[in-house]
């Protein structure tokens, strides 16, 4: 079982991160820890997953390691993606059993989208 999956984002980037992941994906922010709060950053939950974002100086977007979420409507989140001006690429089926697409947070952190196949 996974706790958590940390990704980077730029020093000062709350506002923009809590903009995607509350405002389009509908994650609930999840307070830091007075210690940890200080770093920057911030943390988020839903749908059975926990995402840290965590400030990284020398920021540079992750682009091929991603997060793979399962969720549990992709048609209702890729429109959403798309009506905030992400893009939405759909996966092929070279992974059986699954449907998926991926998509860059407002960071450009690749993410990946998925649902069991019924």
């Known amino acids: 079982m996974i ?16 903009s995607f ?3 389009v994906l509908g994650l609930t ?14 943390w ?3 749908h059975g997953t ?4 965590g400030v990284e100086d020398d920021f540079r977007p992750a682009r091929k390691a991603h997060p ?3 969720w549990p409507d992709l048609d209702a989140l890729a429109d959403r993606l798309t009506a ?3 893009p939405v690429t759909w996966g092929d089926d070279e992974l059986p059993g699954m449907r998926r697409f991926h998509t860059e947070d407002v960071h450009g952190n690749r993410l990946e989208f998925l649902t069991p196949l019924d």
Do not use: I, M
Not at 3 to 18: F, I, K, N, T, Y
Not at 29 to 38: G, T, W
Not at 50 to 53: A, D, I, K, M, Y
């Open 3 to 18: 706790h958590h999956v940390q990704l980077a984002c730029p020093r000062g980037s709350e506002d923009a991160s809590r």
């Open 21 to 23: 992941y509350v405002g």
């Open 29 to 42: 922010e999840k307070p830091k820890p007075p210690v940890l709060a200080a770093r920057g950053g911030c």
């Open 44 to 46: 988020f939950t839903g």
């Open 50 to 53: 926990e995402l840290h974002l």
């Open 68 to 70: 793979a979420l399962v």
């Open 84 to 86: 905030a001006g992400h």
